[in-house]
Nanobody
């Protein structure tokens, strides 16, 4: 099994910055992709940003130019630097990883963290 633990959420004023971190632990054989998704009240969960093991990143149009995703492969950790935050960025942010474990065979699954609240006040 793989566990994802997020940190770094909180309350910030519009225009401010926050940095989210997510560390994967467990019997990890490899991680193909890590990323961040968010879910605002009454809305569906949506992609924020992803990054592959090779460093290719992808962003939602709504965060391009404001958010930066990065990773530390050695630590199985992904970061999300969020700048110029807006009230509409308010949501629970979830870490996601597509990871493989090995227990005599390779098992690849999507894993989710429990989420961290980000609140941006106007």
């Amino acid at each position: 099994q793989v566990q994802l633990v997020e940190s770094g959420g909180g309350l910030v004023q519009a225009g401010g910055s926050l940095r989210l971190s997510c560390t994967a632990s467990g019997s990890i054989s490899s991680i193909d992709v890590m990323g961040w998704y968010r879910q605002a009240p009454g809305k569906q969960r949506e992609l924020v940003a992803t990054i592959t093991s090779g460093g290719l990143s992808n962003y939602a149009d709504s965060v391009k130019g404001r958010f930066t995703i990065s990773k530390d492969n050695a630590k199985n950790t992904v970061y999300l630097q969020m700048n110029s935050l807006k009230p509409e960025d308010t949501a629970v942010y979830y870490c996601n990883a597509r990871a493989s474990t090995y227990y005599g065979y390779i098992d690849t699954r999507n894993y989710w963290g429990l989420g961290t609240q980000v609140t941006v006040s106007s």
